[in-house]
T-cell receptor, first 111, second 114 residues
Framework: RKEVEQDPGPFNVPEGATVAFNCTYSNSASQSFFWYRQDCRKEPKLLMSVYSSGNEDGRFTAQLNRASQYISLLIRDSKLSDSATYLC????????????FGSGTQLTVLP | ETGVTQTPRHLVMGMTNKKSLKCEQHLGHNAMYWYKQSAKKPLELMFVYSLEERVENNSVPSRFSPECPNSSHLFLHLHTLQPEDSALYLC?????????????FGPGTRLTVL
């Protein structure tokens, strides 16, 4: 089983749609969770950290379910500029520094 | 801009060449990282430096040699590489002592080994 698993997509959605991405992780001892965004041929950029209570940043909502080892990202009112690959990231057991990246979910928002 | 710069942005080298990748962070962080991103694969952590000391090395071949002269600079020295080493090499930095170790990436060096 991969340490971090994501549906690779691609997800093609119209502007204004709501889209949700899911991610599962294998290490129950992981403590920190993130969503990064990577545009084509660019570096990953932190989108948001994911906290136990869930958190929201504008149109983006992240949820964490520790019991199921499951992380989600919801994007409301999709914009063309949201088109990117979304990376689910989890720290490795015993190390805050070592992050494990998922392969990413590709999103294209269509006009 | 992320505050992490990398040079060169593109590099083509033969298998017998020696080259170095450079990374500089302007964020005042005390930890720096090298990652490799190959096509269709997730990012792979190569090296971690904390307070200028190498703390983790994820079984990377010795043809990759990192150097961290101070907390702002990180190098990756390359020699006798193989074509399968062609990839995007990303540098990142973060601030230690945080549970949520948010890492900030540079733009990467796209390496092609002929």
């Amino acid at each position: 089983r991969k340490e971090v698993e994501q549906d690779p997509g691609p997800f093609n959605v119209p502007e204004g749609a709501t889209v949700a991405f899911n991610c599962t992780y294998s290490n129950s001892a992981s403590q920190s969770f993130f969503w990064y965004r990577q545009d084509c041929r660019k570096e990953p950029k932190l989108l948001m950290s994911v906290y136990s209570s869930g958190n929201e940043d504008g149109r983006f909502t992240a949820q964490l379910n520790r019991a199921s080892q499951y992380i989600s990202l919801l994007i409301r009112d999709s914009k063309l500029s949201d088109s990117a690959t979304y990376l689910c990231v989890v720290n490795r057991e015993g190390s805050a520094r070592q992050l494990t990246f998922g392969s990413g979910t590709q999103l294209t928002v269509l006009p | 801009e992320t505050g992490v710069t990398q040079t060169p942005r593109h590099l083509v080298m033969g298998m017998t060449n020696k080259k170095s990748l450079k990374c500089e962070q302007h964020l005042g962080h005390n930890a720096m990282y090298w990652y490799k991103q190959s096509a269709k694969k997730p990012l792979e952590l190569m090296f971690v430096y904390s307070l200028e000391e190498r703390v983790e090395n994820n079984s990377v071949p010795s043809r990759f040699s990192p150097e961290c002269p101070n907390s702002s600079h990180l190098f990756l020295h390359l020699h006798t590489l193989q074509p399968e080493d062609s990839a995007l090499y990303l540098c990142a930095s973060s601030q230690e002592e945080q549970v949520y170790n948010e890492q900030f990436f540079g733009p990467g060096t796209r390496l092609t080994v002929l």
